[in-house]
């Protein structure tokens, strides 16, 4: 499966974004999603998860109750709004696909990865 993620910018701290994640080639309804960022001279971390039907989803801690992930299956599409968004959120952001949920937080298990879309917060 192919992914194409966008939607990232220059937002002011408190600001909002939606990414979306758009896939092609495959049927996009197999594939849990994830969400994962990385920050200059950083590992890349995890930042969410959602199955395959949207009924289970997966936060990191310093997200939860800011995003919200979720997916249209009929578009093909994957989103991680974001709310509330300060400094320490700016960084590179991907999607990727996997297969099923296990180790969800782990960058290893996924098998497809987007491009990325830099998302900058100023204070």
């Known amino acids: 499966v192919q992914l194409q993620a966008s939607g990232g910018g220059l937002v002011q701290a408190g600001g909002s974004l939606r990414l979306s994640c758009a896939a092609s080639g495959r049927t996009f309804s197999n594939y849990a999603m994830g969400w994962f960022r990385q920050a200059p001279g950083k590992e890349r971390e995890f930042v969410s998860h959602?199955?395959?039907?949207?009924?289970?989803?997966y936060y990191q801690g310093s997200v939860k109750g800011r995003f919200t992930i979720s997916r249209d299956n009929a578009k093909n599409t994957a989103y991680l709004q974001m709310n509330s968004l300060n400094p320490e959120d700016s960084a590179v952001y991907y999607c990727?696909?996997?297969?099923?949920?296990?180790?969800?937080?782990?960058?290893?298990?996924?098998?497809?990865w987007g491009q990325g879309t830099q998302v900058t917060v100023s204070s």
């Open positions: 959602i199955n395959s039907n949207g009924g289970i989803t």
């Open positions: 990727a696909a996997r297969y099923g949920n296990y180790r969800y937080a782990d960058v290893r298990t996924y098998d497809y």
